[in-house]
């Protein structure tokens, strides 16, 4: 499995903006599509965004449309995650994932390559 190592987490306020960035280390790594995930505590991991990079598409979850944006460069296996308008519901772990990943946890599943996480916690 290909390691994926995220940042860009911390502590803000509600209405403030953050950039989460993933970064697969294996230069040898090719993935098909990338994405976010995150896990509020107590609580089942949800599904926040990923984007396809055949064609550039991306889908995010319904919690997060029109705040968040995600892209990516292809060529680095880099993806960011730009969150604007945070609130404090935005509160948790964001996990990156890629490929077959992504696929299990849209179905609940805890499957693939997944990074360790990045905080973030927003304050009301």
Not at 95 to 114: E, H, K, Q, T
Request: proline content about 2%; some cysteine.
């Amino acid at each position: 499995q290909v390691q994926l190592v995220e940042s860009g987490g911390g502590f803000v306020q509600t209405g403030d903006s953050l950039r989460l960035s993933c970064t697969a280390s294996d230069r040898t790594f090719s993935a098909a599509a990338m994405g976010w995930f995150r896990q509020a505590p107590g609580q089942e991991r949800e599904f926040v965004a990923y984007i396809r990079w055949s064609n550039n598409s991306t889908y995010y979850g319904d919690s997060v449309k029109g705040r968040f944006t995600i892209s990516g460069d292809n060529s680095r296996n880099t993806v960011y995650l730009q969150m604007n308008n945070l609130s404090p519901d935005d509160t948790g772990i964001y996990y990156c994932a890629v490929d077959a990943a992504i696929v299990a946890g849209i179905a609940g599943i805890d499957s693939g390559s997944w990074g360790q996480g990045t905080q973030v916690t927003v304050s009301s």
